[in-house]
């Protein structure tokens, strides 16, 4: 396949961007939720339905891109699959609860990743 160079460059953004396509993911997760609960608040079913499932979608790549090799991996599984049943609670019954407190998971969650990225990324600065 002849790629463009843009798309080549794009592909390899995504394939080398490690944290930063964790953060990236936070990132979609948090814009289509706070998108689906303005829908929910402004009685726009398709905007609310739409951005709530890919909300939903983000967080399922956010579960496909755990390593179950740690311990952490199996508390965030957990995590996840809650925020997506909330998420579809939050849709199915145009309610912005739900998804005002998966919103307010993602902010948490992202925060810390971002905090934990920080530091290891330090910490390999002082190891060169």
Do not use: C
């Amino acid at each position: 396949m002849n790629m463009n160079p843009f798309m080549k460059y794009q592909q390899t953004a995504v394939q080398t961007s490690g944290p930063q396509l964790l953060l990236m993911l936070y990132d979609g997760a948090i814009r289509f939720t706070r998108a689906g609960i303005e829908g929910i608040q402004q009685r726009e079913v398709q905007k609310s339905n739409t951005n709530l499932i890919k909300a939903q979608q983000v967080i399922h790549e956010l579960v496909a891109s755990l390593n179950f090799e740690y311990e952490l991996s199996h508390n965030l599984v957990q995590i996840y699959e809650y925020m997506i049943h909330q998420l579809i609670a939050a849709n199915t019954r145009k309610e912005s609860e739900p998804a005002q407190e998966v919103l307010n998971h993602l902010l948490e969650l992202k925060a810390t990743w971002t905090i934990a990225i920080r530091k290891s990324a330090q910490a390999e600065a002082q190891q060169i």
